[in-house]
């Protein structure tokens, strides 16, 4: 009888059968987690921890590898010996020796206190140039800077003299520059304080002495006139 009126029910989609319910699934499979790597032993602290030996030049080393810093270079620079003369005598007594200090503005004694009398000469320790020849404070000063001693030169000073060259002067070893004022504050019986630079560092003026000049001088017995031979 449907058929006659000329439209039918339709009939329903045929179904999709729906897989059974089965564990999640996803496109990435996901990588499995790294084990743990177990952290090194802790340092109690104040435990002094030893430095990276020293690799000797030319070692290959593996990456990774912890090189230690060169060592730094000393910072006092080399002093020549290029003193050919005492500034004063043959070989004065040091009454009182270079003593560094700590810092630029220290307490020290920055040079030497060469034993003498007033009046005596006062010598180039070597060939230079007066840079300086005056009074500082009252007393007379003297420096020179030494030739062929790097950049900036060496610069030796003497006090308390009484100049007989002028600033700008060549002197060469062994020249007389001035002489020995009067024995003042800086030290008891007469003294020439002999100090050594290079820039604004002080240095030990004693350095610029070469060995044959530091050791003592033999002692020589001299003939006696008038006495017979034995």
Do not use: I
């Not at 058929?3 to 029910?9: D, K, M």
């Not at 700590?102 to 320790?125: E, I, K, M, Q, S």
Request: glycine content about 10%.
């Amino acid at each position: 009888m449907l058929a006659s009126t000329g439209w039918a029910n339709p009939l329903p989609p045929p179904r999709t059968p729906t897989p059974p319910p089965g564990p999640p699934t996803s496109s990435t499979s996901a990588a499995p987690a790294a084990p743990a790597v177990p952290a090194g032993p802790a340092v109690p602290a104040g435990t002094a921890v030893p430095a990276a030996p020293a690799v000797p030049a030319g070692t290959a080393v593996p990456a990774g590898t912890a090189v230690p810093p060169a060592p730094a270079a000393p910072a006092d620079p080399a002093v020549p010996a290029v003193a050919r003369v005492w500034p004063v005598g043959s070989r004065p007594p040091v009454v009182r020796g270079w003593e560094p200090p700590a810092t630029p503005y220290a307490r020290g004694h920055r040079g030497v206190d060469l034993a003498t009398a007033p009046g005596a000469l006062v010598r180039a320790v070597a060939a230079g140039r007066v840079s300086f020849a005056g009074r500082v404070a009252g007393r007379g000063v003297v420096a020179v800077e030494l030739a062929a001693t790097g950049e900036p030169p060496l610069r030796t000073t003497y006090e308390p003299v009484r100049a007989s060259v002028g600033a700008g002067d060549r002197v060469v070893a062994g020249q007389v520059v001035g002489a020995v004022e009067p024995a003042d504050s800086h030290c008891t019986g007469g003294c020439l304080h002999w100090g050594l630079l290079r820039g604004e560092t002080y240095l030990d003026p004693l350095s610029l002495l070469p060995p044959w000049l530091r050791r003592s001088l033999p002692a020589r017995l001299l003939p006696v006139l008038g006495v017979p031979l034995p």
